[in-house]
């Protein structure tokens, strides 16, 4: 037996003594890895900034915090998100009641990404826990102080029904060879499809949180210098490796200096004038995500804050004007700190151009006409759409998050975590007697047709 097999091989038998069911062993859970999050804050902290460089702060606002905030959040309406829902049965079939239950799954797979590792492992992890699963954890290697203590502490608090198994592409694909109830991915395209396919071959339900473009829209009747800022803050967190960071913005010429140098100011008071010295500067994940970011560049005029620096993996705060939708900037998600502004006549520009990329995580505006957001709502898909605060919608609970099309599959967060995780099984009980259905019975007569007839006439 593998290791991954013997690890799923002990988590199913886990889940099968049927201990993950009930209501108080879920909110045992979930206070479990609450206590492990606020007792040992620090070790996350640390590990933190030893991927990262995240500043400790910035580690809880944007990561501890938000899981903390989830489970919370599942803490006080699971007890509601678990009760059977009624619904009404039509007349054929009454007298009957009809419900949905909702059932835990078994033992499912969480593959984590890099870039935020301690909320992207434990956020689905709540979700998973809260809905009466076993779990597999899978960090990212290219996070290895948070993978290790998560390896470390997530046993210690939780130890019947997760496991964290840590590397990377070998020990993923050995356990996407078992069968799992559930693999909840949470990376890039490329890799989702590698997920995909192995989930296939199980027919193994997956939740795909994947990445790409997302846009900012900025048109004049917006305060610039605020909506600057804003941008600068999405983007610039962590050094760009955000997955709903503003990836590009698209505005109108006439905005184009000013918005460029709100920017930089912004970003000037954020970090200072070289934030090669900031303390709440994040630093590129590895070697080969600086070159890719280097390599970005080329296309359009620079206004960097700052010189790249390769043996710190330094990559300052840029903005790129002059750029076309055909430059290497525009073909990739960008994941990193380059903020291009691309340039459209109007709104109509605009929203042709998101219309013919793929489909983003996030949609952004900065925009006060209520015109414009009705027609970028109804005119443009996106996993979710912000006006005004870039990222903070996935701070709130109770809105599902995910993407659509190139984006993602499922979502999750507060209830709709719950019901990814969950089986929504559907309950009908009727009685035997009086046995109303004796007209569905064959033979068919008519005196039987006539009866169905008065009951559906309306149907008919
Ligand atoms: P990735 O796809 O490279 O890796 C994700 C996970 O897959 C890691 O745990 C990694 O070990 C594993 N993996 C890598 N190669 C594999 C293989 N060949 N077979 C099986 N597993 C493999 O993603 P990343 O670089 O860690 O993260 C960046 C990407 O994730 C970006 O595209 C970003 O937009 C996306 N992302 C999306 C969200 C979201 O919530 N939608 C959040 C963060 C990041």
């Known amino acids: 037996m593998t290791e991954a097999a013997d690890t799923v091989a002990r988590l199913r038998a886990t889940f099968d003594s049927r201990v993950t069911a009930p209501l108080d062993w879920r909110l045992a859970q979930l206070r479990a890895l609450r206590r492990m999050l606020v007792d040992r804050g620090a070790d996350f902290e640390r590990a933190l900034h030893d991927d990262l460089r995240k500043h400790p702060d910035e580690a809880r606002l944007t990561e501890i915090d938000v899981v903390v905030a989830e489970i919370d959040h599942a803490l006080r309406h699971l007890r509601s998100w678990l ?89 993923t694909t050995e356990l996407l060879r078992e069968r799992f109830d559930h693999i909840f991915f949470t990376g890039g395209e490329r890799v989702g499809r590698i997920v995909a396919r ?136 960008i994941f990193g700190p380059i903020l291009p502004v691309v340039e459209v006549p109007d709104l109509d520009g605009a929203i042709a151009h998101i219309r013919a990329g793929a489909k983003p995580l996030a949609l952004y505006a900065f925009t006060e006409s209520a015109g414009a957001r009705r027609r970028l709502l109804r005119e443009t898909s996106s996993g979710a759409v912000s006006f005004g605060a870039p990222s903070a919608h996935l701070a709130v609970p109770g809105l599902p998050f995910g993407g659509v099309g190139a984006s993602g599959m499922g979502a999750y967060h507060g209830e709709r975590g719950l019901v990814t995780f969950s089986h929504e099984k559907a309950v009908l009980s009727k009685p035997l007697h009086p046995d109303t259905l004796r007209v569905a019975y064959p033979p068919f007569t008519a005196r039987k047709d006539a009866i169905v007839r008065r009951v559906l006439g309306r149907l008919r």
């Open 198 to 333: 192995a989930a296939a071959e199980h027919l193994t339900p997956t939740t795909l949180e994947l990445g790409g473009k997302s846009p900012v829209w900025v048109d004049g009747s917006t305060d610039l210098r605020a909506a600057a800022r804003r941008i600068a803050w999405g983007k610039f967190m962590n050094a760009g490796q955000t997955c709903v960071a503003p990836d590009y913005v698209l505005t109108t010429p006439d905005l184009t200096k000013r918005l460029v140098d709100f920017v930089g100011q912004s970003v000037r008071q954020f970090y200072g004038a070289d934030p090669a010295q900031s303390d709440s500067y994040g630093r590129i994940v590895s070697d080969s995500q600086f070159e890719r970011l280097e390599g970005l560049m080329g296309a359009g005029t620079a206004a960097a804050v700052g010189e790249p620096d390769r043996s710190s993996r330094f990559f300052p705060p840029t903005v790129l004007t002059g750029i076309r939708p055909t430059d290497p900037v525009m073909q990739q998600e």
């Open 83 to 171: 009760k059977p829902k009624r619904h009404p049965v039509p007349l054929l079939v009454a007298p009957a009641t009809a419900t949905v239950v909702r059932e835990p799954l078994g033992v499912v797979l969480i593959i984590a990404p890099w870039n935020y590792p301690v909320q992207l492992s434990l956020d689905p992890l709540v979700a998973a826990l809260a809905a009466g699963n076993t779990a597999v954890l899978k960090p990212s290697e290219l996070a290895p102080a948070t993978a290790a203590v998560l390896h470390s502490l997530l046993p210690e608090f939780l130890p019947e029904a997760v496991a964290v198994v840590t590397g990377g592409a070998d020990e």
